[in-house]
């Protein structure tokens, strides 16, 4: 039984670099979320995917951010220009057809130097 | 707008001892509730949910009742356990105006129990 895979789980980059994670969602789940937790908060919607289409995206989520989904399967999330205040961890879910319950894969921590 | 303001922590608590985790909630409608738990080192996972009011969820001993008329859904556990240290964060799905299983978190509640 896989769950949701997130690839590197630590990233450390410096100001102004690209970074992009990448999630694996569980095979049979059509949709597929992305949030931010930063240190002592609880975890932030950013976007969400319902098989390949990017139906609905927070404020949050800036122009420098851009999410995908080709052939509906896995995702990245990418994040250019960095900046100091875009380090947290980068949370992605799967969820099947049913109403609200998330599988949550162990983040991507971005650390920005 | 939907928000969800569950207690601060820690929490420390001895073995055995009883639990209650806060969680109060603002949403327009009827939103559906959850509890999440984060072990050490590990990804949230789902513990237990409530899409009405008047349920219950209930999961590994723990639960908790949806309550319309407090807009509250807390956590409790007659006898907590070493291996329940965790942080337990509160979550809402609204009912409309946004897509479904877009939750909205508390800032989570961490628990240490002592043996």
């Known amino acids: 039984d896989t769950g949701v895979s997130q690839d590197p789980r630590h990233k450390i980059t410096k100001r102004g670099q690209n970074v992009t994670f990448r999630c694996d969602p569980i095979s049979e789940h059509n949709r597929l979320y992305w949030y931010r937790q930063t240190l002592g908060q609880g975890p932030e919607f950013l976007t969400y995917?319902?098989?390949?289409?990017?139906?609905?995206k927070s404020r949050l989520l800036s122009d420098r951010f851009s999410a995908e989904r080709p052939k509906g399967s896995f995702s990245t999330l990418e994040i250019q220009r960095t900046e100091q205040g875009d380090s947290a961890m980068y949370l992605c879910?799967?969820?099947?057809?049913?109403?609200?319950?998330?599988?949550f894969g162990e983040g991507s921590r971005l650390t920005v130097l | 707008g939907n928000s969800v303001t569950q207690m601060e922590g820690p929490v420390t608590l001895s073995e055995e001892a009883f639990l209650t985790i806060n969680c109060t909630y603002t949403?327009?409608?009827?939103?559906?509730l959850f509890w999440y738990v984060q072990y050490p080192g590990e990804g949230l996972q789902l513990l237990l949910k409530?899409?009405?009011?008047?349920d219950k969820g209930s999961n590994k001993g723990f639960e908790a009742t949806y309550r319309k008329e407090t807009t509250s859904f807390h956590l409790e556990k007659g006898s907590v356990q070493v291996s329940d240290s965790a942080v337990y964060f509160c979550a809402l799905s609204p009912s409309y105006g946004g897509s479904q299983g877009n939750l909205i978190f508390g800032k989570g509640t961490k628990l240490s129990v002592k043996p």
């Open positions: 949403a327009t409608g009827y939103p559906s």
């Open positions: 409530a899409t009405k009011a008047d």
């Open positions: 879910a799967s969820s099947p057809r049913y109403y609200g319950e998330l599988f």
């Open positions: 995917f319902q098989n390949e289409a990017q139906l609905e």
